[in-house]
């Protein structure tokens, strides 16, 4: 990978691919490589309706979600781990990515590096990679404890999941890594963007990232990643929530509106550290964090 200065920018050339998708995995041996298996999703999600799904249906599912190509990736890479696998995930799809502001934020401080979140795929391992290189590697995500399927994403992530039987845990977690002496990198708005009041924009944020940046004293650097994925994405969303589908089908589409982007250029903007100290008890947290999240809009302009 060939990284440069040109105007305070590093020019990225590469190709990149995330799978931060609800999807589960298939063993295919006891060395734990996971596969995108959609059959077993449907067997998981729709147990009573399964019989019933005709396979015309199933191999359409299988097509959007590209799980031929991406099983046969994640083959490939296995063995991966850390920025080493971001970096082959990188060489998946071809990327380029302008990189502005990195070059001022130190490096010997602890962060809390949080951005918006267009994309779901690209976004994520971008961010990755790019901090993993910058910080040796000492970088964390904090994301849905599925992510934790991929062996070689698996040690840059804390697991965290707000519902079911592990949702004690997620405090704790939380803590965790906050605590550790890794850079952490946040997507507050938990889900990609989606079509708000006709923009393209995130959901609005979790105050997580604040009151847990505060309790550590970590400044906020705020990151704006250019991008969006397709009007037809967007339309399924709106459908979906118009008809109350409480199923994300959208989310189905991720790998494909991945793919799509493949052979794109993105900007990434890198703010000035926002001071811990900053969030102080003028705003309650969760107004603090929709200051931050229109900061990094700022950015883009």
Not at 110 to 122: A, D, M, R
Not at 141 to 149: A, E, G, K, R
Not at 194 to 203: K, N, S
């Amino acid at each position: 990978m060939k990284v440069f200065y040109q105007q305070k920018f590093y020019v990225i050339k590469k190709d990149s691919l995330i799978l931060l998708l609800n999807y589960d995995f298939k063993r295919m041996d006891k060395e734990s490589l996971f596969l995108i298996d959609i059959d077993k999703i449907l067997q998981d999600k729709a147990q009573k309706y399964y019989k019933y799904i005709p396979k015309f249906a199933i191999s359409y599912l299988k097509r959007i979600a590209h799980q031929d190509e991406l099983n046969e990736f994640l083959k490939k890479v296995e063995g991966k781990k850390g920025v080493d696998f971001l970096e082959s995930c990188v060489s998946f799809l071809d990327m380029d990515l302008e990189v502005e502001g990195l070059d001022e934020i130190p490096n010997d401080k602890l962060y809390t590096f949080v951005s918006n979140h267009p994309l779901g795929g690209q976004d994520g391992v971008a961010l990755g990679y790019i901090l993993g290189e910058k910080y040796n590697g000492n970088v964390k995500y904090l994301v849905n404890d599925l992510l934790m399927n991929l062996q070689g994403l698996a040690p840059l992530c804390i697991p965290i999941n707000k519902t079911g039987q592990q949702s004690r845990d997620f405090p704790r977690m939380v803590e965790a890594g906050f605590s550790s002496e890794n850079q952490l990198i946040m997507f507050p708005a938990g889900l990609c963007s989606r079509r708000i009041d006709g923009v393209i924009q995130d959901l609005p944020w979790s105050k997580t990232f604040i009151t847990k940046s505060v309790e550590h004293q970590r400044d906020v650097v705020p990151i704006h990643f250019g991008g969006r994925n397709s009007y037809f994405f967007y339309n399924l969303s709106t459908i979906c929530k118009f008809l109350g589908i409480k199923f994300n089908i959208a989310m189905l589409y991720l790998a494909d509106e991945m793919l799509k982007n493949r052979h794109k250029s993105f900007r990434v903007v890198v703010g000035k550290p926002i001071p811990w100290k900053m969030f102080d008890n003028s705003k309650k947290p969760q107004e603090w964090a929709q200051e931050v999240r229109k900061i990094v809009y700022q950015l883009n302009k």
